[in-house]
């Protein structure tokens, strides 16, 4: 059928700002194994409240061939720690199994994993004993939240990341690695930014589009993009899964400092694999939600001085995109509970507690007053947790030396071994193709569309895809963990 008319959904100011950033030379690492390959990258940006992807690169550099390997749509990768909010954050707060400011003995500790040896996740920095959520999600420390992963279990994890989108989870990732990241096959970057989208759209997920109808030359509507919508939790849930969100943006010891915009709420999580094989940064605005991550086709160590690729490129776009944006916060609901909360214990203060913030919570899960300071210990310093081994290094030594790896940008992980996958010789489709309705024109018609969202009508014109290499082989198959 020729003729066609397409109605995009991309905003042409932000693909022009996305495609001027992944033309950066500075981006482009060669590979030590294959003279012709570099690094590449992907990233989708999207409408929160619409569904809508106004911005999508699928590789770096200039594009030299249509039609080719669009990371960001097809690319199936490990996800480290940026996938915490989806699996754990999320349903844990929503389902009442534990609140912001519950506590955590982060230590070294075998999990029973129902295989024959015990599952052993480390940290990069050693342990900070008891430990809050929040404290927990500021600097990525995983034996929280392996512990939380426990208590929620993978099954329930799993029901929650499909209601949000995600479409390429098997039976073998029903295990406590998930709550690392550690997947058989990985998520793409169009699915993991829909997801986050999730959050940012107060819990509702609505499927991601890349258009909103086509039309004959005539005018005659041929195809509608049908976008199916779901609500996955309350927006009181979404709320406090955003204000978690913001600790590694504004912590001292957050791990995407370097995120931080002037008078506008950002919340966002890094994400890193074995070996530096793969660098995430996810997150979101009140305007904007986007995925974007770095790494080799074929896993090989990234290498970039010590700082995240995938941040320094979502920071820099997000950055420019906002720029003339209304400064916007995100909006807490009314039905969410406010209550000053001592640090050390997670409980409500009282007129003891010398170190004190603000939580939030749902209604009827706030905590009880703090026990652990009264007029009779009134400023002490030891630790709640006696019971914490001789090798836990103390909060105070171990922050100290995140700080000095965040002050340079760097974000902290543990890279734990997992299982491995044959990678596939075939090009993984884009998964969207899955779907009820047929999503599968979103793919071909996504890296042609270059009008902006106001639904400017385009001709069509020979189809391409964001990339800059020929479709090859997706080699991220390999089961990887993260860790920050």
């Excluded at 194994?33 to 929160?48: G, L, P």
């Excluded at 915009?261 to 996810?282: I, P, Q, S």
């Excluded at 489709?429 to 009508?457: F, L, M, R």
Aim: proline residues 3%.
């Amino acid at each position: 059928m020729a003729n066609l008319k397409i109605y995009s959904t991309q905003n042409k100011d932000i693909q022009k700002t996305m495609e001027k950033e992944f033309n950066k030379k500075m981006y482009l690492l060669k590979s030590k194994n294959d003279e012709n390959a570099t690094s590449q990258a992907a990233m989708v940006v999207i409408d929160n409240k619409t569904g809508y992807v106004v911005g999508c690169v699928g590789g770096l550099g200039e594009k030299e061939t249509s039609r080719g390997f669009n990371r960001a749509t097809q690319a199936k990768r490990q996800t480290g720690s940026a996938i915490k909010p989806l699996a754990i954050l999320a349903p844990g707060i929503d389902k009442k199994i534990f609140t912001a400011s519950t506590t955590f003995v982060d230590e070294e500790t075998d999990f029973n994993d129902g295989s024959d040896e015990p599952y052993h996740p480390t940290n990069y920095d050693g342990y900070l004993g008891e430990i809050t959520v929040r404290r927990a999600v500021e600097s990525s420390q995983n034996i929280p939240f392996v512990k939380m992963m426990e208590e929620i279990t993978p099954k329930t994890s799993i029901k929650y990341l499909k209601k949000m989108g995600i479409s390429t989870l098997t039976d073998k990732d029903e295990n406590l690695a998930l709550a690392l990241g550690g997947l058989d096959i990985g998520m793409s970057p169009l699915e993991t930014a829909a997801a986050y989208a999730t959050i940012a759209n107060d819990g509702k997920y609505i499927e991601p589009t890349f258009f909103t109808k086509i039309e004959t030359s005539e005018g005659k509507t041929v195809l509608k993009s049908k976008q199916k919508k779901k609500n996955v939790f309350s927006k009181e849930t979404a709320y406090i899964i955003k204000e978690l969100l913001t600790e590694p943006v504004n912590g001292t010891y957050g791990t995407a400092t370097y995120c931080k915009m002037k008078n506008m709420d950002v919340a966002a999580k890094t994400g890193t694999t074995n070996e530096n094989y793969d660098r995430w940064l996810c997150g979101f605005t009140p305007y904007y939600s986007a995925a974007t991550w770095f790494g080799f086709d074929i896993n090989e160590t990234i290498n970039f001085n010590k700082r995240n690729p995938a941040g320094l490129i979502w920071s820099s776009i997000m950055d420019d995109i906002h720029e003339k944006l209304e400064g916007k916060r995100f909006e807490k609901p009314n039905k969410v509970i406010s209550c000053t909360i001592c640090k050390k214990s997670g409980k409500k203060a009282t007129k003891y507690c010398i170190d004190t913030y603000e939580e939030y919570y749902l209604k009827g899960t706030e905590p009880t007053e703090c026990t652990y300071h009264s007029s009779k210990n009134k400023g002490k310093k030891n630790e709640i947790n006696k019971s914490v081994n001789k090798n836990t290094v103390d909060e105070s030594k171990n922050t100290e030396n995140v700080k000095k790896e965040t002050d340079d940008s760097v974000e902290k992980e543990v890279i734990e071994e997992a299982p491995k996958v044959e990678a596939s010789d075939e090009i993984i489709e884009d998964p969207s193709e899955n779907t009820e309705n047929d999503t599968s024109s979103d793919n071909n018609i996504q890296n042609n569309v270059t009008e902006d969202s106001k639904e400017d009508i385009i001709e069509e014109t020979e189809s391409s895809e964001d990339s800059t290499d020929k479709p090859l082989q997706d080699a991220s198959n390999e089961k990887i963990e993260n860790v920050a």
